[in-house]
Structure formats: C-alpha cells, structure tokens
C-alpha cells in the first residue's frame, strides 16, 4: 500500500524560498530510501551531497535504525546512534540525482544554492513492474521488480 498522508505541512513553507522535485519509479530500494531520507533531513544540501558522495565511495556508511535485522555493525564510530550499516551505492545515485534536479529548480528561481537546507524528503512506494525470469528450457517465472517515489523540498535558510 502507498503511503500518502505524511506529516508535512507544505501551507509552512514560504513559495518564494523553496523548491521542490520529485522523482517518480526510481528502481531503488524503498527499505535504504526510508534510511536516507531519515539520515539526510535537516541537513544542507552540500553537507548532504558529501554524504551521499563518501557513502557511493563506501567511504562512510548508512547508519540502519529501522530495518536492521541481521546487519553487521560497522567499524568506527556509531552514526545516528547505530553502528549497524550497509553502502546502498544505487539509492545514493539516484539521490544526488533527486540533489541536482533540485538545486536547478532552486537556480530557477534565483535560491542561493550554497543556503539550501532540507526541509522536506519522503519515498514512498511506487509500481511493480512485471517481468518473467528465465527457469529451465520452457516455462518462465513472474518476478516483480519493485520501485520508489522521492520527494525533496528545500529552503533557503537565513
């Protein structure tokens, strides 16, 4: 089931200060876009790039809080108050990816992209695509592949 009623009152926002952008169907994991989303609200929009960069490099890693289960922790210090963690190199791509279409909409409409903080990032579910994987020399087996929505608004602070 898609969750749509999330706790984010977008009338708080000024119009004038904010861009948002919304990448729809993404075919990243919807579990390690919930962990990002968490990981990465509240933060700047340069500070969160240089997350996402050292998390691409498995330089640093994505502290795991909700879904966890039979993760290895991690050497080093804990972050966000977990040491367990993986590297979701695909969800880091596609969100410098979300990053970028939103600091253009920001350019657009004259935001001083070094100000940008985030207010706002949600991933929800999106479709199953349907496709059939190859299983001995006649018959096939349906297998869904499944996909997220993201969503990012962002302020200009100060």
């Known amino acids: 089931m898609v969750k749509r009623d999330y706790n984010f009152d977008f009338s708080a926002v000024n119009p004038k ?7 729809a169907n993404q075919p990243v994991s919807l579990k390690y876009s919930v962990e990002l989303c968490r990981e990465l609200k509240g933060k700047s ?4 790039e240089a997350f996402l960069n050292d ?5 640093a890693f994505l502290p795991l ?5 039979k ?19 695909k969800a880091a791509a596609k969100f410098l990816d979300l ?8 350019d657009v409409k004259g935001l001083d992209a070094g100000k ?18 190859a299983q001995g020399r006649i018959s096939g087996k349906q297998r869904k592949r499944k996909s997220t929505h993201l969503e990012i608004v962002v302020q200009e602070a100060g």
């Open 17 to 23: 200060r904010s861009a948002r952008a919304i990448l």
């Open 45 to 48: 929009t340069k500070n969160a």
């Open 55 to 59: 998390l691409k490099e498995m330089r």
């Open 65 to 69: 809080r909700k879904y966890r289960k």
């Open 71 to 89: 993760v290895p922790h991690r050497a080093g210090e804990p972050k966000s108050k977990a040491k367990a963690g993986r590297y979701p190199i």
């Open 99 to 106: 990053l970028k279409l939103v600091k253009a909409n920001a």
């Open 116 to 133: 940008l903080r985030i207010v706002h990032l949600f991933a929800s579910q999106g479709f199953h695509r349907r496709g059939m994987q």
